[in-house]
T-cell receptor, first 116, second 115 residues
Framework: AQSVTQLDSHVSVSEGTPVLLRCNYSSSYSPSLFWYVQHPNKGLQLLLKYTSAATLVKGINGFEAEFKKSETSFHLTKPSAHMSDAAEYFC??????????????FGTGTKLQVIP | DAGITQSPRHKVTETGTPVTLRCHQTENHRYMYWYRQDPGHGLRLIHYSYGVKDTDKGEVSDGYSVSRSKTEDFLLTLESATSSQTSVYFCAITPSLQGYDNEQFFGPGTRLTVL
């Protein structure tokens, strides 16, 4: 079974303060994990991905995430929020490809508000 | 930008009418997907395709059909639109399916309203 839980539907931070968006996953395999960002009325853009190499993954725009197998977590962080970070963020879990259909499960999203 | 376009970008239609959404890609990727996005649900897979004329159902396929007669085009049809199909529809592709290297790239979306 495969599932992903984003623990907060909304997060509000002040500009210049750290960002933490939480994600827990469940998978029968050693999964791939992704974070996507969606700005209002836009498509989804890949922020970063974990694919069984380094557990600390760096992405675009200063975001990073740490894969913690013991905690089944893949939380997204950024040291200092910028107004342009205001968006919705999706955590995604995927089984590694082994032929046939690659199952992908999306979290329900976390809306990040950045206060000036 | 993975070269994905969707048309139309916005559509308003009436209950009971058929609707077809088009996804077009320019890079000959084998795998294509249709998702719907609804508040509180994230993205849910409707149908996917693993090649020309090869398609299969996702988790929310009832009321939808798809066709892929060319590598570059993946069509989603709502056979008889209902208000519950009001949603934003996203097409996606996977450039590579090699072990863990399997991220998806998304089109800009189609906002569909069924009255």
């Amino acid at each position: 079974a495969q599932s992903v839980t984003q623990l907060d539907s909304h997060v509000s931070v002040s500009e210049g303060t750290p960002v933490l968006l939480r994600c827990n996953y469940s998978s029968s395999y050693s999964p791939s994990l992704f974070w996507y960002v969606q700005h209002p009325n836009k498509g989804l853009q890949l922020l970063l991905k974990y694919t069984s190499a380094a557990t600390l993954v760096k992405g675009i725009n200063g975001f990073e995430a740490e894969f913690k197998k013991s905690e089944t977590s893949f939380h997204l962080t950024k040291p200092s929020a910028h107004m342009s970070d205001a968006a919705e963020y999706f955590c995604v879990v995927s089984d590694p490809y082994s032929g046939g259909y690659q199952k992908v499960t999306f979290g329900t999203g976390t809306k990040l508000q950045v206060i000036p | 930008d993975a070269g994905i376009t969707q048309s139309p970008r916005h559509k308003v239609t009436e209950t009971g009418t058929p609707v077809t959404l088009r996804c077009h890609q320019t890079e000959n990727h084998r795998y294509m997907y249709w998702y719907r996005q609804d508040p509180g649900h994230g993205l849910r897979l409707i149908h996917y395709s693993y090649g020309v004329k090869d398609t299969d159902k996702g988790e929310v396929s009832d009321g939808y059909s798809v066709s892929r007669s060319k590598t570059e085009d993946f069509l989603l049809t709502l056979e008889s639109a209902t208000s519950s199909q009001t949603s934003v529809y996203f097409c996606a592709i996977t450039p590579s399916l090699q072990g863990y290297d399997n991220e998806q790239f998304f089109g800009p979306g189609t906002r569909l309203t069924v009255l």
